[in-house]
């Protein structure tokens, strides 16, 4: 069983600052790719950031410049510092990762619950 637990969600302003964690745990033997993505009301679940297990990153255009994503792999965990939100940037934020578990031969992926970030005017 493995369990992907996002905390750092919240309300700031526009030009405000705010950093998402997305820790996994259980029967871990390694962690691919790592990525985050949001959706927005009535929108898809668009691709924000993602980071290999070697540290090559992707970005949306949309953020590039004011988001930085990075992990932990000895935590398992990995982190995005949004700066300069803007309100267009509001939307549930997901975590995803390709986690290959201990005993099973398949890489699969896992997302986490979900954490709000609303960014006013």
């Known amino acids: 069983q493995v369990q992907l637990v996002e905390s750092g969600g919240g309300l700031v302003q526009a030009g405000g600052s705010l950093r998402l964690s997305c820790a996994a745990s259980g029967s871990i033997f390694s962690i691919n790719r790592m990525g985050w993505y949001r959706q927005a009301p009535g929108k898809q679940r668009e691709l924000v950031a993602a980071?290999?297990?070697?540290?090559?990153?992707d970005y949306a255009d949309s953020v590039k410049g004011r988001f930085t994503i990075s992990r932990d792999n000895a935590k398992n965990t990995v982190y995005l510092q949004m700066n300069s939100l803007k309100p267009e940037d509001t939307a549930v934020y997901y975590c995803?990762?390709?986690?290959?578990?201990?005993?099973?031969?398949?890489?699969?992926?896992?997302w986490g619950q979900g954490t709000q970030v609303t960014v006013s005017s």
């Open positions: 995803n990762a390709n986690i290959h578990m201990i005993g099973i031969a398949t890489i699969r992926g896992y």
């Open positions: 980071i290999t297990s070697g540290g090559s990153t």
